[in-house]
C-alpha cells in the first residue's frame, strides 16, 4: 500500500517519514521535493511550493500509518 501526502517544506517531510519508519508505521518512504500545486481556494486559483511524501506499508498498517502523519 502506498500513502501519499504532501508537505510545505522538506524539513516537515523528513520529521514526519523518520517517524513513520521509526515506528514502523512504513517499511520505507519516499520524498519528492520541488512540486508545484495549483488549486482553488476559496474562489482564487492558487500556486504552492509542496514536497510530497510517499509511505510503503501494509494494508495492515496504512491506517496507522495515515493517523501518524495526521498526528505530526
Given at each position: ?43 482564487q486559483l ?27
Amino acid at each position: 500500500v502506498l500513502v501519499y501526502t504532501t508537505f510545505p517544506d522538506l524539513g516537515a517531510a523528513e520529521q514526519a517519514g523518520r517517524l513513520l519508519v521509526e515506528q514502523r508505521h512504513a517499511g520505507c518512504i519516499n520524498i519528492l521535493p520541488g512540486m508545484v500545486s495549483l488549486y482553488v481556494w476559496e474562489g482564487q486559483l492558487e500556486r504552492a511550493n509542496e514536497v510530497v511524501l510517499i509511505a510503503k506499508t501494509t494494508a495492515e498498517a496504512a491506517n496507522a500509518c495515515m493517523a501518524a502523519i495526521l498526528a505530526v
